[in-house]
């Protein structure tokens, strides 16, 4: 029987490809969150297009693979800016319409992520469909063995992130979305355009969940609503870290699927998702509720030490 | 076929009930969680687990019922300790999560639920010395709840609390600043929709006679959420409205001819069409809420 210690490395592998792969969607989930406000939970269902997209294009068009995951990365592209243009923008307000309730866009995410993920149960049905992995043999690393296909699947991943947060710093529409996160009135005073700034948004965050679905789609079978509990994982790492960035996301993707991991090899019989979760908000809850409370109130304290006492004359003044 | 029809009913006043008892949190206090489901399901595994054990007595109804509306309280009001401090996407996402957790343990704790195999052989409702087990008889109880649910929203509603809900979900802020306890009060709205789910859920559970847990996933939230927002946010009978034409939806379908599994696809699809279309066409839903100021409540 293998100890614990003796599936490390293999976890560690493990969590380094598949969180990668969580880490496209948390990406655009936290970026959408924090510029728009808005909480994309869409993205799932465009993590099951860019899948089925490639489906498409390699078993039923006979496209290569580059190709293929090109075409997912296009179409989900354009379904997330139409998506932003149709739905999100009349609901926050971007169009001029009255003020709608600030449950809106949730409800309309909603919307979206059920419509979309029912149009392709529909047109591909509810059973797995799979294609072919690429064949490239097993290696071994970092003192695990791996398919050589999961190390390229977590590179392509990382090298996806790394170009998106090239974008985001090196760019005038990159700093422009800074600019807009930061204060929206504030863009708009010098110039920025909020309703350009978004298409960009809503298209880079659409290619990228894409991609990690064409991605996944190359690895196992996928059905219409697998893209539901990446969502959910890539935006609880998207809430515990909100200002990390696209790096900081990675990181936490990684570090979620490596607890995911764990939970498979110690639990197992689904408890994984569960313990997943559990750990995820626990984390939320005492980095975001007990923390902040803990430190206001040694920081009251604090001052009352701190502070001069007022003399006799200063209290009756 | 009546007593097909009278079924049919029986189970649109049940979700009727529900999405009344959702729209407290939802509508009253503007707590978006996306969790209902849970709650539906504590009361009807409550009297499910309860009813089916050796021993069981007429009384089992009452005992479910009660103890499915303290769990249910109980776990809502945690709950909300814990998540109501933190901005709303916080509390979407956590309740989201917590729902998606509360099914794996209702699939995975087989020695309390059975697993997937769900529990069948649920007893029709007994109480005050009443079996609830023809279709009439079972229309009166989900009628009954009707009754209760909204005539306990509608109380909340029209009393001075009511006025005071309002004000904490429109401007926390200045409500606050008004001495208003928002935090509190809204912690109090979700236990009490929660409570009234897990009521509704033990009379599901004694009209229908099987439960499973894919009936409580987060697509029945969701669609729990749609029957709120299609029928109208903060307006009690515009979400039993809601809750009716969404429960009659799959049989309607079916009047087209369409397939048991199609009609529950094309059921999905108008849902997700439907929310959508709704709050970016008609935010208020079908049926929306009386606005204080117009009807001149205030100050009477």
Redesign the interface.
């Known amino acids: 029987m293998v100890s614990f210690a003796g599936y490390l490395p293999d976890l560690i592998v493990q969590a380094f490809y598949v969180g990668s792969e969580w880490a496209l969607i948390a990406v655009g989930f936290g970026l959408i ?1 924090r510029t728009c406000g808005i ?1 994309h939970l869409a993205i799932g269902s465009l993590f099951g297009v860019g899948a089925y997209c490639l489906y498409l294009g390699v078993a039923q068009a006979g496209f290569g693979r580059i190709p293929a995951v090109l075409l997912a990365m296009v179409v989900t592209a354009l379904v997330s800016a139409a998506v932003d243009r149709v ?1 999100y923008q ?2 926050t307000g971007l169009q001029g319409q009255r003020q ?5 866009p ?3 995410s ?10 392709l ?2 047109l591909f049905g509810a059973s797995p469909l799979a294609v072919e992995p690429p064949a490239l043999g097993v290696a071994a690393f970092a003192g695990a063995r791996v398919l050589t296909w999961n190390l390229w699947r977590a590179g392509i991943a990382v090298a996806a992130i790394l170009l998106f947060a090239a974008w985001l710093r090196g760019t005038r529409a990159g700093l422009s979305l800074t600019a807009l996160a930061q204060s929206a009135e504030g863009a708009s005073v010098i110039g920025i355009s909020e309703r350009g700034v978004r298409l960009q948004l809503f298209l880079a965050t659409g290619a990228l969940a894409g991609l990690a679905g064409a991605l996944s789609m190359m690895t196992h079978p996928i059905m219409p609503g697998d893209g ?2 990446v969502m ?1 994982y890539g ?2 790492v998207a ?1 515990l870290f909100p200002g990390a960035g696209p790096i900081g996301w990675w990181l936490g993707s990684v570090a979620a699927a490596l607890i995911y991991g764990i939970g498979v090899i110690l639990v197992g ?3 994984e ?2 313990i997943l ?2 750990t ?2 626990a984390c ?2 005492v980095t ?2 007990l923390l902040p409370r803990l430190r206001r109130r040694l920081s009251l304290r604090h001052r009352a030490y701190a502070a001069p006492r007022p003399t006799l004359a200063e209290g009756e003044a | 076929m009546a007593g097909y029809g009278l079924t049919l009913v029986t189970f649109a006043l049940i979700f009727g009930a529900l999405a009344v008892s959702y729209n407290i949190s939802l509508g009253f206090v503007s707590l978006l969680s996306i969790s209902h489901a849970a709650f539906f399901a504590i009361g009807a595994y409550a009297y499910a687990v309860l009813s089916t054990q050796d021993g069981a007595t007429d009384a089992a109804f009452l005992q479910a019922a009660g103890l499915g509306i303290l769990l249910a309280a109980l776990i809502a009001t945690g709950l909300g300790l814990l998540l109501i401090a933190l901005p709303e996407q916080y509390v979407i996402i956590g309740t989201l999560a917590l729902q998606v957790t509360f099914t794996t343990v209702l699939t995975n704790w087989t020695g309390l639920t059975n697993g997937i195999q769900g529990i069948a052989g649920v007893p029709a409702p007994s109480l005050f010395g009443l079996t609830f087990d023809t279709p009439w008889s079972q229309l009166g109880l989900a009628a009954a709840l009707v009754v209760l649910t909204l005539g306990i929203a509608e109380g909340v509603l029209r009393s001075p609390l009511g006025i005071t809900l309002r004000a904490a979900r429109d401007d926390a802020a200045a409500a606050a600043a008004a001495g208003i306890a928002v935090q509190p009060l809204r912690i109090a709205m979700f236990a009490l929709g929660a409570s009234l789910a897990a009521l509704a859920g033990s009379v599901y559970a004694g009209v229908i006679g099987f439960i499973d847990p894919g009936s409580f996933t987060v697509d029945a939230s969701i669609q729990f959420l749609s029957m709120v927002v299609i029928g109208g946010l903060g307006s009690p009978v515009g979400a039993l409205l809601g809750g009716v034409i969404i429960a009659l939806l799959p049989s309607i379908l079916q009047e087209f001819s369409l397939a048991m599994n199609a009609a529950a696809t094309v059921q999905q699809l108008l849902f997700g069409v439907a929310m959508t279309l709704m709050v970016v066409l008609r935010p208020h839903g079908l049926l929306p809420e009386r606005r204080l100021l117009t009807t001149g409540e205030v100050g009477r």
């Open positions: 969150a909480f739905v009349p609901v709608f309730n600030h449950l809106a949730f409800v309309a909603l919307g979206v992520m059920i419509v979309l993920r029912t149009l149960q529909i539901f509990a959910l935006s609880l809430l019989n689904g408890w998702d569960t979760q559990a995820l908000l939320i809850v975001r509720v």
